[in-house]
C-alpha cells in the first residue's frame, strides 16, 4: 500500500515536472478521489499545480456534483467543466440515443473538445489496469497521436520508473497515476486516509427501476418511466459512479466504509459490470480507447 | 483468501496495509502455457469474478484452444489482435494478493523478438518464474529469459517446470531439467533458484502441493511466492535521492521533491547535492501532509535543509559522508528497442533517475549474443541487440552501477528527433571521473587529490653530501615517474636557495630553518597528491626527523646517497669543495661542518659501486 501510494506520487510529480500545461481529469468517482488526494499530499504544503477538469455529461448523480463543489473548495484547486455544446444543442442523452452514441458525444467528443481547447499536453485520468482485459497492457504514461488517437503499437516501453515524457506538436500523454491500484486497494486507501466519497458508495434506501436485468437509480425527473413502470425502494449502492441512466446499483446492506470493504473483498462480479457500455461487443473497451475514450 | 464476514475488519485493514508487495515477471513462450500459468494464479487467488470467468467461457467456445475445458489463458491475453493471433506481444499486469502479499506480474511474452518486452517487464521484478515445457527441457529461449533476467538485475528466480502432467509426473525428467539449468545459470550470479514441479493446466503444484507429485517436497508456487525473501540490502547502504520537483508554494517553503533510492534519512542528518557538493542538513521531512522522523528506501517525501542551497530537478541529494561517484565517461550495458540501428557518434536523450542529458556512444566493445553470451563484434546494433559500450554524456551524471543500485544505474535513450525510447542500459562503472565538477565545500584531500592522479603522495628525501649524486638521481628518478604517468616535482637546495630562501646563508641557524621551509614545501606538496623529491644535503639528524613527522607513516622516504667525501671531493662539479679548502667557504659540510649520517633510512644508496640508474630502482623498490 505505502508502495503503491509512493509511486503514484513519483508518477504524479514526474508528469508534472516535465509537462507544460498539465490537467488532471476529475470525475467525482473514488478513483478519482484517490487520484485527487495523491496529488494533494505530491505537492503539499502547495496545492497541486494545475486544474481539475470535469467532462460534464449533464447525467452526473446530484450527489456528484455535490461532493465536486466540496472538494474543490477544500482542495482549493481551479476547476474547469466543459459539456459537449453541440451535444445539448441536440438534446443528446442516453434514454433516446443509446449509452453508445451518448458517451461518444457526451465523454468522449466533450473531453477531445475540452483538451483542445485548453491545450493541454498532459492529462491524469483515474484508470486501473485491473478494470479491464486491454487496460491490463495501457501504459502509465499513454500516448495519444494527434487527434487523441491511441495506437497499441506506437506506445512506448516503459522500463523501471523512467518515463519518456516527449510529445511533439499536437501530441498528448494521459497518465495513470493509479495503473496498478486493484479496487480493493482503492477501498482500503480510501479507509486508511479517511478520503471524502459520494455517499452514494454507501447502501441507501433509494427509488430504482429494474431494466434489462439491473436496477437503474431514478436521480431526477427525466427518468422516462414506460407504461406502468414505477420507482420503487430499495437498499443499493454504487461500485462506480457516472452518468446515472448509465450506472446499476447493487442490491447492498454496506452502509459503512468497513462493510464496503468487506463486501468488495468477498464480490464474485466485477465492479465494471455496472458500467454498460463495456458489455456491447468483446474489446469494445479497446474500440473505445482508440477513439479516444479514458 | 478467506471470506471476510467472521473477520475483524479493522485488523484486517491493518495487515493489508502492511503488506509486501512481489513483483515478478513470468518468462516463456505461448507453448510453454504461460498464460495458463498466469490464469491459474489468478483463478486460484479468486481474483477473477464470476462476470469475467462467464466472459471467459464465452471466449473459450470461440478463441479457446483447450475444447471444452476452460481455457485460462483467454484470461490474460489482453488485445484483440493477439486472442486472435494467439500470441502475447506486449507486457501486461496482473495483479493478485494472498494473506500475506500482494503481486504485481508482468507478463511477457517469450519469444526472442520481444527481448525488448521481456526486459521492460523484468526493469521493476525482483523475481522472475522462467517456464520451462518438461517435454522439451532447457531451450535455447531458456538461456536468453535467464541472461535477460540477469542482466536487468533479477536475482531469485522459480524453474517452473511445467506441462508435467504430460510427462506423467516423471521424477526423472524433472531432475535432469534442472541438472542442464543448473549447468550453466552458475555464470548468473542468482541468490536463489528453486525448481517446481507443475502443471498449469491441472493446477498441479500451483497452489497446494500435488498428489502427482510424491516425489516433490518442495513448496508449491503459491508457497514459495508468499514466502520467498528477495530484501535487498539498500536500507543499510548510504543515503541517496534524486531531486525530481522543486516544491516552492512561498519564499518560506523550500522542499526538495522526491523518492529515496538507497539508504535512511532523518532530520539532522548531514547531506550533500551532487554534483555542486554543498553540504547542509536535513530540517525536516514531509511525507504526504506528516513530518516523519524517519525515511525509507522506495519512499516519497519533501526534504527540507537548514540552508538555503542551489539545488534544481536532477540534482542528487547524498548522504554527506558517502558521496557517490559523478562521472561523464561510462561502460555500459545497452539493450537496443527500435528498428533502425544504433550507431556510434549519434547524439540521443539520455534520461537517469529525474535527470537528461544529451549522450553519445563513443564505441560499442562488443555485442552480447542474447542466446548464448558470446562476445561479437558489432558496428551497430540491431533492435533486441544487447551490447557492452562505451558512453560519454553531455554533463556529469551522479550515479552508481546498476547491480548496485537500479535507480542510481539504468538509464533509457530517447532519440532527438522522433522522441521515441530507443534504448534501455545500465551503467557498469564510470571510465573517469568528470572534469567539469565544482566540489565548492566538498572537503577533498590528500587521498582523492592523490587518487585522481593514480598514485599515492609521497616525499622522497635524498640526504647526502654535496656532490654525492642526490639531484642526478632524483632528476633521473623524476623522468622514469614521469614516463609512467605519476605527477612530480623536485625541490632542489640549489633551486629554493634562489628564491624562497634566499634571506638565509649557511649557518647552523640558517640550516635548520632552510630545511624547515623546505620540509614545510615538500608536505604542502604531498597534500596537493604530488609525489616530491627533495633533494637537500639536510646534513642534521634532528632537522630530518623534524621533516620527517610532518608526514604520514608511509609517507616520507629517507634516501641516503652515501658517497664518501674523497669521491665527492674528486669529482667536485661545481668546483665548491676546492673553495671550501680554500677557505672561501664557511661552514662546508664535510669539511668544516659535520655530517650526520642517517641511522635507519629507508634507501641506503652506496655509490660509487651503484650506478645512477641501479640506485633509481633501488628508490622505486622502495616506493611500491
Given at each position: 500500500m505505502l508502495t503503491l501510494e509512493a509511486e503514484s506520487i513519483e508518477i504524479i510529480r514526474e508528469a508534472v515536472a516535465t509537462a507544460r500545461n498539465p490537467v488532471m481529469m476529475y470525475s467525482i468517482g473514488k478513483d478519482s478521489s484517490v487520484m485527487l488526494h495523491l496529488a494533494r499530499k505530491a505537492f503539499y504544503p502547495a496545492p497541486p499545480p494545475f486544474p481539475l477538469l470535469h467532462v460534464d455529461t449533464g447525467w452526473k448523480f446530484a450527489e456528484m456534483y455535490q461532493h465536486r463543489t466540496r472538494m474543490v473548495e477544500e482542495s482549493g484547486m481551479k476547476l474547469i467543466t466543459h459539456t459537449n455544446p453541440e451535444g445539448v444543442a441536440a438534446g443528446v442523452n442516453p434514454f433516446t440515443h443509446g449509452s453508445n452514441y451518448h458517451t461518444d458525444v457526451m465523454k468522449t467528443q466533450a473531453l477531445k473538445q475540452a483538451l483542445d481547447a485548453l491545450g493541454s499536453d498532459v492529462v491524469f485520468g483515474g484508470a486501473r489496469r485491473d478494470e479491464e482485459k486491454s487496460r491490463?497492457?495501457?501504459?502509465?504514461?499513454s500516448f495519444r497521436a494527434a487527434g487523441h488517437r491511441w495506437d497499441p503499437k506506437a506506445q512506448r516501453p516503459e522500463l523501471w520508473n523512467l518515463y519518456n515524457t516527449h510529445v511533439k506538436p499536437g501530441e498528448t500523454i494521459r497518465v495513470f497515476p493509479i495503473s496498478n491500484w486493484t479496487e480493493l486497494d482503492i477501498w482500503q486507501y480510501i479507509h486508511a486516509e479517511g478520503i471524502p466519497i459520494v455517499p452514494l458508495y454507501l447502501a441507501a434506501e433509494r427509488p430504482v427501476v429494474q431494466r434489462d436485468g439491473q436496477w437503474i437509480m431514478v436521480d431526477d425527473d427525466r427518468y422516462p418511466f414506460a407504461p406502468g413502470e414505477q420507482a420503487v425502494m430499495k437498499r443499493v449502492r454504487f461500485r462506480t459512479l457516472g452518468c446515472w441512466p448509465l450506472t446499476a446499483a447493487v442490491e447492498s446492506d454496506a452502509d459503512t466504509l468497513e462493510a464496503v470493504i468487506a463486501e468488495t473483498f468477498n464480490a464474485r462480479s466485477s465492479e465494471r459490470q455496472g458500467r454498460l457500455i463495456d458489455a456491447d461487443t468483446p474489446g469494445s473497451m479497446e474500440k473505445k480507447k482508440q477513439e479516444g475514450y479514458f | 483468501m478467506n471470506d471476510l464476514h467472521a473477520r475483524d475488519i479493522v485488523s484486517f485493514l491493518e495487515e493489508q496495509r502492511n503488506k509486501q508487495t512481489l513483483r515478478f515477471i513470468t518468462c516463456g513462450s505461448v507453448d510453454d502455457g504461460k498464460s495458463t500459468l498466469i490464469g491459474r494464479l489468478l483463478f486460484e487467488s479468486k481474483s477473477i469474478f464470476d462476470d469475467q470467468l462467464e466472459a471467459l467461457e464465452s471466449d473459450s467456445r470461440q478463441y479457446g484452444t483447450q475444447g471444452e475445458k476452460t481455457d485460462l489463458a483467454l484470461l490474460v491475453d489482453g488485445l484483440q489482435a493477439e486472442r486472435e493471433q494467439g500470441i502475447t506481444i506486449d507486457v501486461a499486469y496482473r495483479f493478485f494478493a494472498t494473506d500475506r502479499r500482494r503481486f504485481i506480474v508482468a507478463d511477457t511474452p517469450?519469444?526472442?523478438?520481444?527481448t525488448r518486452n521481456m526486459a521492460t517487464g523484468a526493469s521493476t521484478a525482483e523475481l522472475a518464474v522462467i517456464l520451462i515445457d518438461a517435454r522439451k527441457g532447457v531451450l535455447t529461449q531458456t538461456r536468453r529469459h535467464s541472461r535477460i533476467a540477469a542482466m536487468m538485475g533479477i536475482r531469485h528466480i522459480v524453474l517452473a517446470v511445467n506441462k508435467m502432467d504430460l510427462v506423467g509426473f516423471d521424477e526423472a525428467v524433472y531432475h535432469r531439467i534442472i541438472a542442464d539449468y543448473q549447468a550453466f545459470a552458475a555464470d548468473f550470479a542468482f541468490r536463489s533458484t528453486q525448481a517446481i514441479p507443475l502443471s498449469g493446466l491441472d493446477g498441479d503444484n500451483v497452489l497446494h502441493r500435488s498428489a502427482q507429485t510424491p516425489w516433490y517436497s518442495g513448496p508449491s508456487l503459491m508457497e514459495y511466492l508468499d514466502t520467498v525473501d528477495v530484501g535487498d540490502t539498500s536500507e543499510r547502504a548510504a543515503f541517496r535521492m534524486p531531486v525530481q520537483w522543486v516544491n516552492r508554494p512561498n519564499l518560506d517553503f523550500r522542499g526538495f521533491c522526491g523518492r529515496i533510492a538507497e539508504g535512511t534519512l532523518h532530520p539532522g542528518d548531514a547531506v550533500r547535492v551532487l554534483p555542486s557538493g554543498v553540504q547542509t542538513r536535513v530540517k525536516a521531512i514531509l511525507a504526504g501532509f506528516d513530518a516523519v522522523e524517519t525515511a525509507h528506501p522506495g519512499d516519497a517525501v519533501t526534504v527540507t535543509l537548514t540552508e538555503e542551497v542551489d539545488a534544481s530537478r536532477g540534482d542528487v541529494l547524498v548522504a554527506a559522508a558517502a558521496p557517490p561517484e559523478v562521472a561523464d565517461q561510462f561502460e555500459a550495458k545497452l539493450l537496443w528497442m527500435v528498428e533502425h540501428a544504433m550507431t556510434p557518434g549519434r547524439q540521443y536523450l539520455m534520461k537517469t533517475a529525474c535527470k537528461e542529458v544529451t549522450a553519445t556512444i563513443t564505441a560499442i566493445k562488443y555485442r552480447e549474443d542474447v542466446n548464448t553470451g558470446a562476445h561479437l563484434a558489432a558496428k551497430s546494433l540491431g533492435l533486441n541487440e544487447i551490447a557492452v559500450v562505451n558512453l560519454s554524456t553531455g554533463a556529469p551524471l551522479v550515479f552508481e552501477p546498476y547491480g548496485v543500485n537500479r535507480v542510481m544505474g539504468g538509464f533509457i535513450l530517447i532519440d532527438k528527433l522522433t522522441f521515441e525510447t530507443v534504448g534501455a542500459g545500465m551503467i557498469d562503472f564510470a571510465l573517469r571521473r568528470a572534469s567539469t565538477i565544482h566540489w565548492q565545500m566538498l572537503e577533498i584531500n590528500k587521498t582523492e587529490r592523490a587518487a585522481q592522479k593514480h598514485q599515492s603522495a609521497r616525499c622522497i628525501w635524498f640526504t647526502g653530501?654535496?656532490?654525492?649524486?642526490k639531484s642526478t638521481i632524483a632528476n633521473l628518478l623524476e623522468k622514469r615517474l614521469h614516463a609512467e604517468g605519476k605527477h612530480t616535482y623536485v625541490l632542489d637546495g640549489e633551486n629554493v636557495r634562489h628564491g624562497l630562501n634566499r634571506d638565509l646563508g649557511f649557518t647552523e641557524a640558517d640550516r635548520v630553518e632552510n630545511v624547515r621551509r623546505v620540509a614545510e614545501v615538500a608536505r604542502l606538496m604531498a597534500d596537493a597528491g604530488l609525489i616530491v623529491l627533495v633533494s637537500f644535503i639536510s646534513p642534521y639528524t634532528s632537522e630530518r626527523r623534524m621533516a620527517r613527522d610532518l608526514f604520514e607513516p608511509g609517507e616520507f622516504v629517507e634516501v641516503f646517497v652515501d658517497t664518501p667525501v674523497a669521491e665527492c671531493e674528486r669529482r667536485d662539479a661545481k668546483g665548491l669543495y676546492a673553495r671550501a679548502r680554500q677557505?672561501?667557504?664557511?661552514?662546508f659540510t664535510g669539511i668544516d661542518s659535520p655530517y650526520e649520517r642517517p641511522q635507519a633510512p629507508e634507501v641506503h644508496l652506496q655509490t660509487p659501486e651503484m650506478s645512477p640508474e641501479d640506485c633509481v630502482e633501488a628508490v622505486l623498490r622502495a616506493l611500491t
Open positions: 491490463a497492457k495501457e501504459r502509465v504514461f | 517469450g519469444h526472442e523478438q520481444y653530501l654535496s656532490g654525492s649524486g677557505g672561501g667557504l664557511e661552514n
